[in-house]
């Protein structure tokens, strides 16, 4: 639904940026601490694909705010579910293969 209003190249960097969704849901969900060098990291990567994305948006005709908050809210629920079923496991102590 997100390719009707962004390019390809737009959905693939802004679906480059789950790390930031999940370690951001990983903070809320499971208060799980990173380091230093992770933040920076992800800081990094996020402000390096806002460049891309801003540079996008310019020069795209195919690009609108819909498609984005569409790809934020696709990694939104992505983050969800991975921190919440690695919580679930853990509180259970139930397996890969177990959960599966």
Known sequence: LAM???NYPTKVLVKSSKVAFT???G???SNKRYKCR???SVSLLVFGLGIFLHADSRASVVFHSVGI???VGSL???GI???ASEKLMRQYQVGQDEYL
């Open 4 to 6: 009707q209003y962004v």
């Open 38 to 40: 992770d933040y920076v």
């Open 76 to 78: 939104l629920c992505d």
């Open 23 to 25: 370690m951001l849901l």
């Open 81 to 83: 579910l991975g921190n």
């Open 27 to 29: 903070l809320v969900i």
């Open 69 to 71: 908050l569409l790809l």
